[in-house]
Each structure stands twice: as C-alpha cells, then as structure tokens.
Nanobody, 124 residues
Framework: QVQLVESGGGSVQAGGSLRLSCAVF????????MAWFRQAPGKEREGVAM???????TYAGSVQGRFTVSQDNAKGTLYLQMNSLKPEDSAIYYC??????????????????WGQGTQVTVSS
C-alpha cells in the first residue's frame, strides 16, 4: 500500500516562495509516476505538475516557469518548488501517485494514491 505524506505548506506574501515535500512510503518513488494537484474552495482539483518514471516533467500553463517539480529517489521524496507565488495559487496542495492512463494527468481520477493535503495561502 502506497502512503503519501505532504509537508511544507504555509502562508506567504505574493511574490514569495514555498517548497512542498511529499514523502512516499510503500513504493519506490522512481518507479511510479507522481504529481502535485491543488484544490481551491469551490473549484475542482487540478493537476499542477507531474514527473514521470523517466524523469520527464509536465506543468499546467498557469504555473509554467514558476513551479518546479523534482524528486530525490534516495530519500523517497517528491518536491514542488513554488516561486513568484500569486494569490490565485492559494489552495490545498495534494501529492498523487500511480497513473490511470485512460485519463489526463491533470484530472484527479488520473491518479490512484493521494496524500492528505497541505494548505498554501498567498496574500496580496
């Protein structure tokens, strides 16, 4: 059973930075596709960034150039470095793992395993 535990959320002013971490238990992080999602109040959960088993990364257009997804396989940890944060980036951020390839990676149903989420709040 895969378990994902996020950390690193918090409050920051617009233009600031945060780094989220996701510890992976029960699986080798390098052998499973992983992603970061976010969900703001009243909105659907949306894919933010994905890293595939070959290390290829993909980003949502809204975060391209500002966010960077990476992983440390020795530590079994996925990261999301978020720079130039905007108030519209405020949301609960979730770590996800295990692709369902019949769905787009940006869709929540495109992944099997989920963390509990961590809150990110960006003030103007």
């Amino acid at each position: 059973q895969v378990q994902l535990v996020e950390s690193g959320g918090g409050s920051v002013q617009a233009g600031g930075s945060l780094r989220l971490s996701c510890a992976v238990f029960g699986y080798t992080s390098s052998t499973i596709s992983m992603a970061w999602f976010r969900q703001a109040p009243g909105k659907e959960r949306e894919g933010v960034a994905m890293i595939d088993t070959d290390g290829m990364t993909t980003y949502a257009g809204s975060v391209q150039g500002r966010f960077t997804v990476s992983q440390d396989n020795a530590k079994g940890t996925l990261y999301l470095q978020m720079n130039s944060l905007k108030p519209e980036d405020s949301a609960i951020y979730y770590c996800a793992a295990g692709r369902r390839f019949s769905f787009s990676w940006t869709q929540a149903r495109g992944f099997i395993y989920w963390g509990q989420g961590t809150q990110v709040t960006v003030s103007s």
